[in-house]
């Protein structure tokens, strides 16, 4: 069964940069949608940014595009989430999801299909 694995969470400092990875084994991402989300406690999941699979539009979609950034690099079968100047309010748990059906990504949850275990991002000094 697909599996996607979370790493790079962890404790950094108001304004601290953290680069998140989501890979997964004995599957190809580069076809699909891959997306990142978040969940604080006592708040609902939300969508924070993702990237299309090939021939996908738009190709990116960005909610927080003036501090994190999303990239994938199909060469290591990893998609990123660069977060920098990082802020109390982004501690969540981060989890990559993955969109089987269709290679066009969004920031609708029920959209995808396959979920990593989340990696958690405590921001605080």
């Known amino acids: 069964q697909l599996q996607l694995v979370e790493s790079g969470g962890g404790l950094v400092q108001p304004g601290g940069s953290l680069r998140l990875s989501c890979t997964a084994s004995?599957?190809?991402?580069?076809?699909?949608?891959i997306g990142w989300f978040r969940q604080a406690p006592g708040k609902e999941r939300e969508g924070v940014s993702c990237?299309?699979?090939?021939?996908?539009?738009?190709s990116a979609i960005n909610s927080l595009k003036d501090r994190f950034t999303i990239s994938r690099d199909n060469a290591k079968n990893t998609v990123y989430l660069q977060m920098n100047s990082l802020e109390p309010e982004d501690t969540a748990v981060y989890y990559c999801?993955?969109?089987?059906?269709?290679?066009?990504?969004?920031?609708?949850?029920?959209?995808?299909?396959?979920w990593g275990r989340g990696t958690p991002v405590t921001v605080s000094s």
């Open positions: 999801a993955i969109k089987i059906a269709r290679s066009t990504c969004s920031l609708h949850s029920n959209d995808y299909d396959f």
């Open positions: 990237v299309s699979g090939k021939d996908g539009s738009p």
């Open positions: 004995d599957f190809y991402l580069d076809y699909y949608a």
